[in-house]
């Protein structure tokens, strides 16, 4: 593989790459996230290649190991093009008929599609299913048609045009000034605006050495759109990523990642393999003169490192708890450098802004939250997967929209926003809007999962599950986390047993409020989210627990047996 020395032999590249695809050609694409390989998406990918060999078919029909599509439920997914007739939970027995029915016969095979379950209407093409439907996927739409694995897959669906673009028409200061334009914001909670971040680290004074790193640190029980989007199509962050180390300057980059999540890292660094081996990582990038080299590093495994004091604390081979910010990162960050740290589906925004323009990104979302969101949906909902919405979708259409609602005729009870240091929300707030602004304002956060609760779910019972997964994540470093998380856990505990005292509900609130405004870092300070956002809206289970003696959910076992024992 020659490395591409300019902007020209890139687009040459991407030409002949694209060419030598025929649009007209059959190729069967199949699921290999690591939804669809857990479902058996393996053994399905092994009896197409066999069967295609067995019926003399490999010179004429193609097979792909793809990318994610986000429909998590029904995997494996199997998506026949040119057609796009949309198979769901295939096994590798459908596959003989499959290929002879409909890749040869050109026939659907009903069974096979997908069926509403509110409807019960068939939609046989992948962009006729409902879940696809109301769903704006600027990011993820294409990753049927990617192998994560090829970097020629990439480049056929239009990959590494926006580097191309950059590095022959752009300075630096032109890719600020149109990320800025696009009012591009970091996909994390905050929000925080990404060209000026970038601007802030680009004009930094001292030493000329700069880092970038994506985060893609995601370990929020629920949550894996960040992860999977990286497994499906990592050439797209990584191309984000070059373009913003062009614009601030930046050395080195770096990828932020667990090793619990093997198919990702494994992914990302074949990524930057290829990349290397085509001269779009390197010295003097296209013959721009940019040098750029960039890895994978592995976290330490703990939830404070999404922190990001902490994770560049790990980064450095260092214990990683948070410290306190004297200095913005952009000023003294990764081994005291200037260094641009941005979520991982920030990165993968760039390529779409410099290939579509500022304006058109902007032209999507609310006033002052632009471009789509992608979001992990989970929990009690019919169909559970990755989905991205565009900014000022309301969450009541994604839960009962895209998401299906609530199966088994259940009530729907709750939405967690925002992680185990987000809120709970009643239906009646539903009709909030996924927007920056408003879903700070009710006490929530821009987080990477949407979890659904249904009427069997204790509340009381879910907040305990989340202090503990942060208790057990926190460093332990400062006393209002440590302390604060065993003392609530404590007091609710005793609730779900049968031994709460009204007073309990002022006290926990109390110790909230502490750790809010004592606790050294974003964990320990958004640690009382779920908490006190139960406490605001579903205050009625609390009392139940401890007036009545009574789980609502019918979860609490020890209210149970009360209940059972009272009533005999």
Not at 64 to 80: F, T
Not at 226 to 238: F, G, K
Request: hydrophobic share 35%; proline share 5%; aromatic share 6%.
């Amino acid at each position: 593989m020659a490395q591409i020395k300019s902007p020209e032999e890139l687009e040459k590249i991407r030409q002949e790459v694209s060419t030598q695809r025929d649009p007209n050609r059959p190729c069967i694409s199949i699921c290999a996230g690591s939804s669809c390989l857990a479902s058996g998406a393996g053994e399905v990918i092994a009896a197409f290649k066999a069967e295609i060999e067995k019926q003399g078919l490999k010179a004429d029909v193609d097979t792909k190991a793809a990318g994610c599509p986000g429909l998590c439920e029904k995997a494996p997914i199997v998506v026949i093009y040119p057609q796009k007739i949309c198979y769901v939970q295939v096994t590798p027995e459908d596959v003989p008929e499959i290929i002879s029915q409909t890749v040869v016969g050109k026939k659907v095979i009903e069974r096979l599609i997908y069926t509403d379950p509110n409807t019960g209407e068939k939609a046989a093409h992948e962009d006729e299913i409902p879940f696809f439907q109301k769903q704006m996927r600027l990011l993820i739409g294409d990753n049927m048609k990617i192998d994560p694995k090829s970097i020629e897959d990439y480049m056929a669906a239009g990959g590494y045009s926006a580097l191309n673009k950059v590095m022959r028409d752009m300075s630096a200061e032109q890719v600020i000034e149109e990320v800025s334009k696009a009012d591009l914001r970091g996909r994390s909670g905050s929000g925080f605006p990404a060209g000026f971040k970038w601007e802030s680290c680009r004009k930094s004074k001292g030493d000329n050495t700069k880092y970038v790193i994506c985060n893609c640190h995601e370990g929020d029980p629920g949550a894996f759109a960040d992860r999977r989007l990286l497994e499906a199509n990592p050439h797209l962050i990584v191309e984000g990523m070059i373009i913003g180390s062009y614009a601030i300057g930046a050395c080195e980059a770096y990828i932020f990642v667990g090793d619990e999540f093997p198919q990702t890292v494994e992914n990302a660094r074949l990524a930057i393999e290829q990349a290397e081996k085509y001269g779009l990582l390197g010295k003097d990038i296209l013959g721009s003169g940019f040098d750029l080299t960039m890895e994978v590093c592995i976290d330490g495994g703990g939830y404070v490192l999404g922190e990001s004091t902490a994770l560049m604390a790990s980064m450095e081979g260092r214990i990683g708890e948070p410290r306190m910010k004297y200095d913005h990162g952009t000023d003294r960050g990764l081994w005291a450098k200037p260094t641009v740290l941005n979520n991982l589906q920030t990165w993968a925004n760039v390529p779409l802004i410099i290939n579509q323009g500022a304006d058109s990104f902007a032209a999507i979302g609310t006033e002052k939250s632009k471009g789509t969101r992608i979001f992990s949906l989970s929990g009690k909902i019919k169909n559970t997967g990755m989905v991205e919405v565009p900014m000022g979708m309301t969450l009541r259409e994604v839960i009962f929209d895209i998401g299906g609602g609530i199966p088994g005729d259940k009530k729907f009870k709750a939405l967690q926003v925002g992680g185990p240091m987000g809120g709970f929300i009643p239906e009646n707030l539903l009709d909030l809007h996924v927007d920056f602004e408003e879903l700070n304002a009710a006490g929530l956060a821009m987080g990477p999962g949407l979890v659904v609760a249904d009427e069997d779910t204790c509340i009381v019972d879910m907040v305990i599950y989340h202090l503990n997964f942060l208790a057990n994540e926190s460093c332990g470093k400062c006393t209002p986390c440590r302390e604060g998380l065993k003392q609530m856990l404590r007091i609710l505990n005793n609730i779900t047993e049968g031994k709460g005292k009204e007073s309990d509900i002022e006290l926990l609130e109390l110790i909230s409020e502490v750790q809010q405004d004592a606790a050294l870092c974003a964990l320990g300070q958004g640690a009382s989210g779920p908490l006190l956002s139960t406490l605001k809206h579903f205050r009625d289970e609390y009392e139940a627990h401890i007036k009545e003696k009574r789980c609502p959910g019918g979860v609490c076992k020890a209210l149970i047996e009360t209940l059972s024992e009272t009533s005999a």
